[in-house]
């Protein structure tokens, strides 16, 4: 069975930094690919982060620079650092994962190709 658990949301004024992790269960973090999703009220979930099974990085242009995905093999975990958080930016952040190795960026728009996910966890960013 395979489980994915986000941890480390929560409330931070405009200009802040948070960092996210996804605990893996049942599931290797660089036997495939895994990415950041995260979708605001009223809006479609959205694609930030996806990460290949070779390592290989890809993140959404409008987060490019203030985001960064990367994982830990040795603790099973996928972390999400984010800095120079914008109120836009509040959503419910999920961590997702497949038994595909290969992912590249176009996997941002397609969330159906990944089975697994995370039950979410909320930021907030106060302006």
């Known amino acids: 069975l395979v489980q994915l658990m986000e941890s480390g949301g929560g409330s931070v004024q405009a200009g802040g930094s948070l960092r996210l992790s996804c605990t893996a269960s049942?599931?290797?973090?660089?036997?495939?690919?895994m990415a950041w999703f995260r979708q605001a009220p009223g809006k479609e979930r959205e694609g930030l982060a996806v990460i290949s099974g070779s390592g290989a990085t890809s993140h959404l242009d409008s987060v490019r620079g203030r985001f960064t995905s990367s994982r830990d093999t040795f603790r099973n975990i996928l972390d999400l650092q984010m800095n120079s958080l914008k109120p836009e930016d509040t959503a419910v952040y999920y961590c997702?994962?497949?038994?595909?190795?290969?992912?590249?960026?176009?996997?941002?728009?397609?969330?159906?190709?990944?089975?697994?996910w995370g039950q979410g966890i909320l930021v907030t960013v106060s302006s």
């Open positions: 997702a994962a497949t038994d595909a190795y290969y992912c590249d960026n176009t996997w941002l728009r397609l969330p159906k190709y990944f089975e697994y």
């Open positions: 049942g599931y290797v973090v660089n036997k495939g690919c």
